[in-house]
């Protein structure tokens, strides 16, 4: 399966944040374990001391690292992390494929988005109405997949935002990714794409005809699709790695599928 490509960050302290961040992620450095010293990271990334300074700001204010005044920067256990923040998804994404990680994404989609919609069916506004219509528009164009994956995260992320629960769009950015990684796991061509707009587009009527009952039953259908889809994905990609070890199994080396950037 091709991997999408993923977009570097463009400042200088945000390349050292990414190394750092996956390799701290994919387990280079064990929990608990301290980070080379400011002087050795310095060296080897070729970088200012204020921009590994900063970096691991960042990578503690994410709770990978915790910076301790006499034995060093050391590694926090997973359990700590922020694992919705959208860089650890995407270090996560980027390294080995996780079952876990998808089963885990699939439980956060069931338990948040039926609400969402079933409220949103009760307090969505003309204006927010608007928006998921226009995100709704773009899916349904023939579109490049991209644009359609950025247009199915609009639509969902809308739905959040016309639930109108302040504490629920708290949660906006961090399941952002989460839903960036649904639909990009799933989407791969316009076939793709095209293939749950009737689940959308059932959605998006019961919301618009504020019938809480069936946005929450559409959304938990098309979650469970999106579901279905995926381990279709899943399926398809042991089957194709099971045959390439036939092959060649001294030689092959098989990924299982990976997103890159994070809805279905």
Known sequence: ?????????KRLHEHVVDELGQRIV??????????????????????????????????????????RTRTGTRVCPPGVW???????????????????????VVDLRRIIEPAAAELAALRATPALLDKLKAAFAVMSDETAVDAHIAADVR????????AGNELLLGLRHSI???????????????????????????VLRAIERQQPARARSAMLALVDSWADDCQRILRA??????????????TVRVHPPEPGRLVR
Do not use: C
């Not at 639509?155 to 016309?162: D, P, S, T, W």
């Not at 989460?178 to 793709?192: C, E, G, P, R, V």
């Not at 990609?237 to 001294?250: D, F, G, H, L, V």
């Open 26 to 67: 994919r387990g280079d450095y064990a929990t608990d374990e301290a980070l080379p010293i400011e002087d050795a990271l310095v060296a080897e990334l070729g970088v200012s001391r204020t921009v590994v300074r900063e970096a691991i700001k960042v990578l503690a204010q994410k709770n990978l690292i915790q910076v």
């Open 176 to 202: 952002e990714g989460a839903l960036q990684f649904a639909i990009t796991f799933s989407t791969h061509t316009k076939d793709d794409g095209r293939s749950s707009l009737d689940l959308h587009g059932d």
């Open 155 to 162: 639509f969902h992320l809308g739905i959040l935002e016309a």
């Open 82 to 104: 922020n694992q919705l923040d959208p860089d650890i998804l995407r270090w996560r994404f980027a390294g080995e494929f996780d079952p876990k990680l998808l089963a885990d």
């Open 237 to 250: 990609e042991k089957a194709r790695a099971t045959r390439a070890r036939r092959i060649a199994p001294s």
């Open 1 to 9: 399966m091709n991997r999408r490509p993923v977009h570097l960050p």
